[in-house]
């Protein structure tokens, strides 16, 4: 039987680069908004629609987390600013009042879902 590796003393962390790519980019267009689309606006959601539709990049370090970002930033910039004006419109175009949001401690906490609605 292979033993497990050894866990460090404090757990390493991951975080998933095109995270901080995309809400940069929400920002840069949020920005250039007209004021009375910014109040339709909702950024989780904007950030959520686009990450759907991006491969999920992780680092583990700060000096990985650094080269991804570089590196994703060049590969695919085009495609994460098309990305969020489409989620942008999506959100915009969406004229249902946001759900509750997400609370992972809640959610832990109430029933599965039966169903999708």
């Known amino acids: 039987m ?3 590796p050894r866990r460090p003393a404090q757990p390493k962390r991951y ?3 095109m995270e901080q790519l995309v809400h940069e980019e929400f920002e840069r267009q949020y920005a250039r908004l007209p004021e ?3 109040q339709l606006v909702d950024c989780v959601d904007v ?3 686009a ?3 991006l491969p999920a990049r992780y680092g583990t370090s700060a000096i990985g987390v650094r080269l991804l970002l570089v590196r994703l930033q060049d590969m695919y ?3 994460i600013e098309q990305l ?3 989620g942008i419109e999506v ?3 969406n004229l249902r009042p946001p759900g509750e949001p997400y609370l992972p401690i809640e959610s832990e906490q109430s029933q599965p879902v039966s169903g999708a609605s």
Do not use: F, G, Y
Request: cysteine-free; overall charge positive; hydrophobic content about 40%.
């Open 91 to 93: 959100v915009v175009n």
């Open 77 to 79: 910039s085009e495609l």
């Open 47 to 49: 950030e959520a629609w």
């Open 2 to 4: 292979k033993p497990s």
């Open 36 to 38: 009375r689309l910014r």
């Open 15 to 17: 975080v998933n680069v």
């Open 51 to 53: 990450l759907s539709r």
């Open 84 to 86: 969020v004006r489409q």
